[in-house]
């Protein structure tokens, strides 16, 4: 897979991401159906069951090693973050927070490897 569709892939994931822990509640006050799908727990797991693979798929993919360890560094942290918001029940309460974070770190990552890709 290209680096350029890796890339937009998982950005526009990170984006999915970020509709759903930001628009969703605030359509669910419009639309009862939106709440059943912005507050279920199944949807955050596969969310982040898909940005993982991508972005190891990414980091496969990276032959530069400043911009190895860079986007290895943000994605990791990205990545640790969403699992952390989806899965750890202990950090329930912040839950939005660490997901945002998470999806904004993972997209940080993947247009900064977008990025350096471009400039060489």
Known sequence: MKIQKTDTMA????????VHCLALPVLGSVMPLMT???EAEWVHKVLVMLALPIALLAFAQTRRPATRLVFGALASLGGALLVAGAFVEALHD???HLTVAGACCLA???????NR????
Request: a neutral charge; glycine letters at 12%.
């Open 117 to 120: 890709h471009q400039q060489h």
């Open 36 to 38: 059943t799908v912005a």
């Open 108 to 114: 940080g990552a993947h247009l900064f490897r977008w």
């Open 11 to 18: 950005v526009g994931l990170s984006g999915l991401c970020l």
């Open 94 to 96: 912040y839950e939005t």
